[in-house]
């Protein structure tokens, strides 16, 4: 079993960074593929970004809205995965969740994943 512990999130202006990040505890996770979505009000849950291992590298996608603003890493040592968020806008005001899936193969739908964070609530303001 894999818990992820999302400290983190807050309130930020437009324009301003944030860094959440997601705490595995209970396995090695540096083997899965790691997820970030989220939720806002009256919305489906979307897909932010993912991260995998291929044969060779950590491989990135993200999801068209946060391109070029959004970086997804992780840290083996410390079995934490992050999503960095710079230049951000109101419209990505939402619940942020990470999720993990133990197969090391998972995209863009929550479906993929085994394991959820809790959710942090990222606000941000005009």
């Known amino acids: 079993q894999v818990q992820l512990v999302e400290p983190g999130g807050g309130l930020v202006q437009a324009g301003g960074s944030l860094r959440l990040s997601c705490a595995a505890s209970g396995r090695d996770i540096s083997s899965y593929a790691m997820g970030w979505f989220r939720q806002a009000l009256g919305k489906d849950r979307e897909f932010v970004a993912r991260?995998?291992?291929?044969?060779?590298?950590?491989?990135?996608e993200y999801a068209e809205s946060v391109k070029g603003r959004f970086t997804i890493s992780r840290d083996n040592v410390k079995n934490t995965v992050y999503l960095q968020m710079n230049s951000l806008k109101p419209e990505d005001t939402a619940i942020y969740y990470c999720?993990?899936?133990?197969?090391?193969?998972?995209?863009?739908?929550?479906?993929?994943?085994?394991?959820w964070g809790q959710g942090t609530q990222v606000t941000v303001s005009s």
């Open positions: 999720a993990a899936a133990r197969s090391g193969y998972a995209f863009t739908s929550p479906n993929e994943y085994n394991y």
């Open positions: 991260h995998m291992w291929t044969s060779i590298s950590y491989y990135a």
